[in-house]
């Protein structure tokens, strides 16, 4: 069997459904097996970037493995971004290259570029197969690795002549390769609950560790029993629900809530769950850390001690540590009421949440996403890439259920939303998907708006419009006094995006008064083709943020 049908018997067998990509002259042979499939759908991309973007955002809300299939030399390099965007916020993808042959490696032959050493610090794994006869073990290593521990992307690159090599395979004898969930040490956890029993104000922080491990139900139970407080941070929203009457928030200096970080604040035991503790997350450690103990559960060695000194780490999937805590608690003191300020949760945090509805003209960024909560937050999954939009969107936007928020995190990557919100849709069918995105990340990945129209994908586009790099343009004026080559806008002239959305087939409209907002959502929600919504919005507004948890500088 040729080694191009080997790989899409592999991708068959370890359940890859969907491949998004882009053919070119190196990879045709496996698009040739790819053609004859009759368990993959392949979706053409406009761009390779965005053939990993709509993987990652596949992966994200399915909680599958994905893949993307691209060609050699440039259309492998535009890999790079989006393989790191998975990386950084654990999500497995797998991407397929096509490769000049094995006699022009290394001659600067056309489109012939070393990828394997060029993406190595942004992936698990890579590999280029230089000897046929390893194909099937390398794939199946990939897709092993890919999953296994914290997972990630990986890429496997696939010279011409040695995809039209002829090898043994047999694919009734060929199975993927088992990988196990670390599983806690039962000293640990009974240290652990011996900790929180005697901290007077112990708080969880829950990561997007907990959703991956689809742990979010333990969590809840863990939670409840010994009547914990719980934030979140950016990639552990929609962990919990809003509502619960545990939750506080999410801690950051600038994904935040008032609520989430000062109940951070006030806690001297803090339960660190499937996070990495990141510097948006932390801004200044010395605040972060001052007066409060850590334990720290991570399915990653490396990233226990890493960044805050802990009293306490476990090597652990996320859920499996939280069943154990659950377990030993039950055996350690029954379960607890609520008692004091924790009583109180619900009204306090409503009494410092931000205010979100106002009736201004230009309307104001928060009056989007009160409209956005109020129609689409409980059963829309919302896709969102960096910027200021971003932090709007942290701190405003309300997400009930786990895989409900896919957000480039620790990349903060413009150009994700669209296509990661056409792999979200394709995902789950049933359930509409929005991307959130600002006027200048749309100009990066809006071509992806051609894939969803060719393939009847009817994503959600909300422009958030104020015609600015508007965290670019904060950080220059509020921190060095000056604004330059931020401003999007050219002699009051501003993008048609109405326009490109129908070029491209989908249809689009532009709101400027804050009583439209809710009847254009309506009509993007009730149309089977994909829709944009442009949103103008009061130019100069700024995010809440600050270089520690304590000091937020707050703007309405």
């Not at 600038?254 to 660190?272: H, M, R, W």
């Amino acid at each position: 069997m040729l080694v191009a049908e080997v790989v899409v018997k592999i991708l068959e067998s370890e359940g890859v459904d969907v491949a998004f990509g882009i053919p070119g002259a190196s990879i045709t042979p496996v698009y040739r097996y790819l053609a004859q499939s009759k368990k993959i759908r392949h979706y053409t991309a406009r761009h390779e970037e965005g053939a990993t973007h709509a993987a990652d955002g596949y992966a994200r809300a399915s909680g599958k493995i994905a893949c993307c299939i691209t060609t050699s030399g440039p259309g492998a390099t535009n890999l790079v971004t989006g393989l790191y965007t998975a990386q950084i916020d654990s999500i497995p993808v797998v991407a397929i290259t096509g490769q000049n042959t094995r006699s022009q490696l290394g001659k600067e032959a056309f489109q012939c570029v070393d990828i394997v050493n060029t993406v190595r610090p942004y992936v698990k794994g890579a590999w280029c197969v230089t000897e046929p006869a390893r194909a099937p073990g390398i794939i199946r290593e990939a897709f092993r690795l890919a999953r296994s521990g914290r997972p990630g992307p990986v890429l496997v690159d696939l010279p011409l002549d040695v995809q039209t090599t002829d090898i043994p395979y047999d694919p009734e004898l060929d199975t993927p390769l088992l990988w196990d969930k670390p599983k806690p040490h039962l000293k640990q956890i009974e240290k652990a609950i011996e900790m929180i029993l005697a901290s007077k104000s112990p708080i969880i922080l829950a990561g997007g560790g907990v959703i991956i491990s689809e742990g979010t139900e333990e969590l809840v139970k863990f939670a409840e029993y010994l009547s914990i407080p719980v934030v979140t941070t950016y990639m552990g929203k929609g962990s919990i629900p809003p509502d619960h009457p545990l939750y506080c928030g999410q801690v950051g200096i600038q994904c935040n809530t008032p609520f989430g970080n000062k109940a951070f604040l006030d806690s001297d035991l803090v339960i660190g769950i499937g996070c990495r503790f990141n510097d948006r997350h932390t801004g200044s450690v010395d605040v972060y850390t001052r007066g409060r103990k850590f334990i720290h559960i991570d399915i990653e060695p490396t990233q226990i001690g890493r960044i805050i000194s802990t009293d306490l780490g476990i090597v652990s999937d996320a859920k499996l540590a939280l069943e154990a805590l659950l377990e030993v608690a039950k055996a350690k003191t029954q379960k607890r009421l609520p008692q004091g300020w924790v009583a109180g949760i619900p009204k306090q945090r409503e009494q410092i949440d931000r205010r979100l509805e106002f009736d201004n003209i230009p309307i104001k960024p928060q009056r989007v996403f009160h409209e956005i909560n109020e129609l689409l937050g409980r059963d829309t999954i919302f896709t969102v890439g960096c910027g200021v939009v971003q932090i709007w969107s942290g701190q405003f936007q309300k997400i009930w259920r786990p895989r409900y928020y896919l957000p480039s995190g620790g990349a903060g990557t413009l150009g994700y939303e669209i296509p990661a919100a056409i792999g979200a849709q394709i995902a789950r069918p049933a359930t509409r998907v929005c991307a959130i995105v600002g006027d200048g990340g749309f100009t990066f990945q809006g071509e992806a708006l051609a894939m969803a129209c060719q393939y009847g994908v009817p994503i959600i586009v909300v422009i958030v419009n104020n015609g600015y790099l508007g965290l670019i343009r904060q950080n220059q004026t509020q921190n060095y006094g000056f604004e330059y080559a931020v401003d999007l806008w050219y002699s009051d002239q501003k993008i048609d995006f109405v326009r490109v959305a129908e070029g491209y087939g989908a249809r689009g409209e532009r709101v400027t008064k804050p009583n439209d907002i809710q009847p254009a959502l309506e009509r993007a929600l009730q149309s089977d083709v994909p829709y944009v919504l442009d949103i103008i919005v009061e130019r100069t507004a700024m995010c809440s943020m600050g270089s520690s948890i304590d000091s937020i500088q707050e703007y309405e």
